[in-house]
């Protein structure tokens, strides 16, 4: 059994892991909802575009339970405290995703034009809400927070919903949204053929675009931040305990981790890189390559944010002592222990699951394929 020190690193990681799993898998399903009305002109060419995610969109749902369940498990206070604080936004999220379900099952089920084109915008609000959110959020960790804490550990938000939509996290925002649209982008510029595939290659190579000038932006932003740092002494396996320590806000905190690991900054170049090869790669309809480069410039745009704030999972702007660590704001040792193990056993028997179900669903999805399943076709 690893030591508690050790567990919360391993935690820290796999949660990690679980976000860019999300970003890459549903990531890629809200991408494509994103980029629905505008690379497709016509009910045929929408229905084709849809159909490119149409089996295998909810199974991605797979990536979002099990990130919220695995903060819930592993880092209790983070769920209460952020579920609570980003109440509206949370449920902002949860309505836009309502329209997926519904809209994918019923959008083509009637023959009138009207209908079809609602549920084709309720589509796209679906897949482009919940990026514009997640990206929202993470702008305002690396702000800070407004909640703090009681003797008997009861959080309280002091902030509000417009509070949280400040410049730096719209920024972030943008960021997000259009990361996660190069990434639908890349896919579906993969499984689409004609003049779909053009407009979504134009479409995809904007969105790397404007990620990259968005990310470099927010990267000089963040420097004129003030960041978080432990000013006392902690200890890595004590129990949870997240008011026992000092924390100062400084400028420039949250690049002290690059300073002391130069490697990190393989990050930052990752997603930077991995964003503008995809956009080169689809242009040349080297799009399996060009899809693999944008997941790669997820994992760095998201590695780029936790790298800058560990070991700060969700710092306080109100009462700085109380913001939430990687060493503090976790679940006993015998519970990281038990969800280590059963980790091991079953993720790799999804990653075998969902690696065969797209190999079995790989190839073009053409108007053609559409006319001849016409009932059977979303």
């Keep these: 059994m690893f030591d508690y020190s050790t567990l919360k690193i391993i935690w820290w990681l796999l949660v990690g892991v679980l976000l860019v799993g999300f970003a890459i898998m549903d990531g890629h399903d809200m991408g494509v909802g994103t980029l629905l009305p505008f690379v497709g002109r016509n009910d045929l060419e929408r229905r084709v575009v849809i159909n490119t995610v149409g089996p295998h969109w909810d199974g991605n749902q797979v990536w979002f339970i099990t990130g919220g369940g695995a903060i819930f498990a592993a880092w209790p206070l983070v769920y209460a405290t952020a579920f609570s604080g980003f109440y509206w936004a949370m449920l902002v999220v949860l309505w836009a995703l309502f329209f997926r379900p519904v809209g994918f099952d019923y959008r083509s089920k009637i023959h009138n034009a009207t209908w079809r084109s609602t549920w084709d915008w309720g589509l796209f609000i679906g897949g482009s809400v919940p990026p514009l959110i997640f990206g929202v959020a993470f702008g ?43 990434q639908g982008g890349a896919y579906l510029a993969h499984r689409t053929e004609g003049i779909i595939q053009e407009r979504t290659i134009r479409a995809a190579t904007g969105a790397a675009l404007l990620m990259v000038l968005a990310f470099v932006g927010a990267g000089f932003w963040l420097q004129g931040i003030d960041g978080y740092r432990i000013a006392s002494v902690i200890s890595t396996n004590a129990l949870p305990d997240p008011i026992a320590k000092t924390v100062v806000r400084e400028a420039g905190a949250w690049m002290v981790n690059y300073g002391k690991q130069p490697l990190l900054w393989l990050l930052p170049a990752l997603g930077i890189g991995g964003a503008l090869l995809s956009a080169l790669l689809l242009r040349l309809r080297w799009t399996l390559s060009g899809f693999v480069a944008s997941s790669l410039a997820v994992l760095g745009v998201i590695g780029t944010a936790g790298a800058s704030m560990f070991p700060f999972v969700m710092p306080s702007s109100s009462m700085p002592a109380a913001s939430l660590t990687v060493w503090d704001s976790v679940s006993s040792h015998l519970t990281l222990g038990i969800m280590f193990w059963a980790t091991m056993l079953f993720m790799p028997l999804i990653i075998l699951y969902t690696s065969w179900a797209y190999s079995v669903m790989r190839g073009k999805v053409t108007a053609a394929y559409i006319r001849e399943n016409d009932h059977a076709a979303y």
């Design 140 to 182: 305002n960790l690396l702000q800070g927070v407004p909640f703090q804490f009681d003797l008997y550990m009861v959080s309280t938000y002091t902030g509000s919903f417009w509070q949280l939509l400040n410049p730096f996290a719209l920024l972030a925002g943008v960021v997000s949204s259009a990361m996660i649209t190069l």
